[in-house]
């Protein structure tokens, strides 16, 4: 897996100079990022770029943030952190609406270096500590094969267990990446090169006597 530090922060914000200002605080501090002005194709940008944390301001053009807040909670769980920004909207009601739809932290602008910094290495830290599941051999195995777009009969056929043990292994694996749903899982799997991109890494099913019975 490739170091996390490499891996950039994603700023979405339409206002160039707010952009521009935010950018500058987290470079000097030491982390990488990258910018984009509007909400369009987001959840792709954060696959495509790998970003560790996400600042995005609530008024996009044509989008709301906390619509795409909550649809980037849904596919990517918890361990995508997402800071909600704004300087217009200010209000704890604000605040509270943000967090409900699953945002980590909401901070009026402008930001200033200080008020940025801290909630973006609480969350980095917090996001590390989920990053690094301990996944048995069978479970990084099943995993694999759910990112190359089996399905849990299949798995169990290739790797000759029953239906209900991929099911439990499934269980085990969405708790210990911290999300909902397989399709979290798979998200989470290639943002976090828990599996390899393109031939998605699936490995070898372990070698079974013919004959034998499946396992449960």
Do not use: W
């Amino acid at each position: 897996m490739g170091s996390s530090a490499s891996r950039p922060i994603l700023v979405v914000d339409h206002d160039a100079g707010a952009r521009a200002l935010a950018t500058a605080s987290l470079q000097r501090a030491g982390f990488t990022t990258s910018e984009a002005e509007s909400g369009e194709n987001i959840g792709e940008l954060v696959s495509r770029t790998r970003a560790r944390l996400l600042l995005l301001e609530v008024a996009l053009p044509g989008a709301s943030g906390y619509e795409i807040c909550r649809q980037l909670r849904d596919e990517f769980g918890e361990q995508l952190p997402i800071i909600l920004v704004s300087g217009d909207r200010t209000d704890e009601l604000d605040r509270s609406a943000a967090l409900l739809l699953g945002a980590d932290d909401y901070l009026a602008k402008p930001l200033d270096a200080d008020r940025l910094l801290a909630p973006v290495r609480r969350l980095l830290a917090r996001a590390e500590a989920l990053t690094r599941p301990n996944l048995t051999e069978r479970e990084q195995e099943i995993l694999s094969l759910l990112a190359a777009g089996q399905t849990r009969s299949d798995i169990a056929r290739r790797l000759v267990i029953s239906r209900k043990t991929v099911a439990k292994h499934i269980e085990h694996i969405l708790a210990k990446l911290g999300v909902h749903s397989e399709a979290q899982a798979i998200a989470s799997a290639f943002r976090d090169q828990l599996v390899e991109d393109g031939r998605l890494g699936v490995g070898r099913p372990r070698a079974t006597r013919r004959g034998s019975r499946v396992r449960t």
